[in-house]
């Protein structure tokens, strides 16, 4: 039986999914002006390292190992089996959303991994599988600030008017002690295909990024 593994345990976006385009946004503390937290957002499961019975998340289901490891598993609609498997830190914690990032039949499933307490939460790992019309999954990996409310995931927005669903990656690098500097980028899904977004968001400019001394 065809198995197809996903493995996601290093910050990754697809090459051969990747590809450019002439928007941007402007960054404005540490959210992005004109994007709003993309509604609709459904929370299917939390990690439980404790127990290793599968949950189901509708078009598959969850397992977790007491090393971390989670691993997503389900069929397409050809009956071949698919396999995503992650490494998390049982002390962090990590969750699992549903999501519509783009307009195929079934929703994106949003893997959530807490980093360490040390970074501020910097170090979280955004991890999206994406589906075709023959439900089949597309990965994306992204590596930065990610918050977490009841009503979904902070990094998952609207861009502008135009309603179109969008992942805000914000980052943080170190230029020396006490001086950081946080960078936004954006993402959008086009099908399988994640599209990285620079240069202005309805006629206003923004830096690259943003110093903090």
Known sequence: MFKQ????TVMCAVASLFVNTTLCLKAQGQRAEALAMLAGQQK?????????????????KMKTDADGTVILSGQDKTGKSWTASYQAFP?????????????????????VQFGGNTSGGWDTTL?????????????????GKFDVTKD???????????????????????D?????????SIYTFLGNRAVEMTGELEGKQCPSGQHHG
Do not use: M
């Open 44 to 60: 299917l499961a939390d990690c439980n390292f404790q127990s290793a019975a599968p949950v189901s998340i509708g078009i598959g």
């Open 127 to 143: 991890s999206v599988l994406l589906f075709d019309a023959q439900n089949r999954p597309f990965p994306w990996q992204a590596k």
């Open 176 to 184: 020396g002690p006490g001086n950081h500097r946080e960078s936004h």
């Open 5 to 8: 593994v996903i493995r996601t």
């Open 152 to 174: 979904g995931i902070d990094g998952l927005v609207i861009l502008g008017k135009a309603d179109t669903p969008a992942v805000l990656v914000r980052t943080q690098q170190s």
């Open 91 to 111: 002390g962090a914690g990590c969750q699992l959303w549903q999501a519509r990032l783009e307009r195929s039949e079934e929703p994106a499933l949003v893997f």
